[in-house]
């Protein structure tokens, strides 16, 4: 499967067809999956140093190395946007599931309580997630912390 990509991705730059985002963030996940962590890291570089990645797809690439538990790559990759500026509640959320993923919740907290240093609010999604990490590692007072937490800004119901 990986040849077959690489030569379909040969091909189109012959043709002088650009790669969206939506293919380079399935490669990058192919690679992941696939075993090639290296490539996979140098596919996102190529992309990142090219600075034409939307929010959307850095949350991709996060999720795709955060899924299969390489949480230092999904870090790197929420750095890199971190430094590009195109944060949005989105990529938070997912680094948080990455987080939750390797079982390192004081970082998924510690990231969660920083999102209104970035002017971001948590939305319900990350909330959610959130109560529901914690509620199944058995940390039970973290989880009821955030649970009214989301209460009081009306997420409850």
Excluded at 33 to 45: D, P, R, T, V
Excluded at 112 to 126: A, N, V, W
Excluded at 136 to 156: C, H, I, S
Aim: aromatic residues 12%.
């Amino acid at each position: 499967m990986v040849a077959e990509a690489e030569k379909l991705i040969s091909e189109m730059a012959e043709r002088g067809m650009e790669i969206d985002e939506f293919t380079q963030s399935s490669l990058t996940r192919m690679y992941i999956e696939s075993g090639m962590l290296e490539k996979s890291w140098s596919w996102f570089q190529r992309f990142h140093l090219g600075g034409n990645m939307t929010s959307e797809c850095y949350s991709a690439n996060t999720d795709a190395f955060g899924e299969r538990g390489y949480i230092l790559e999904a870090q790197k990759v929420f750095e890199c946007c971190q430094q590009v500026k195109k944060m949005t509640i989105l990529e938070f959320n997912v680094m948080i599931k990455a987080y939750g993923i390797s079982k390192k919740f004081q970082q998924a907290c510690c990231l969660f309580d920083s999102m209104e240093e970035h002017g971001l609010i948590p939305d319900r999604c990350g909330y959610n997630s959130l109560v529901q990490m914690l509620a199944t590692a058995d940390l039970p007072q973290k989880a009821t912390f955030y649970l009214r937490k989301m209460q009081e800004v009306g997420f409850g119901d």
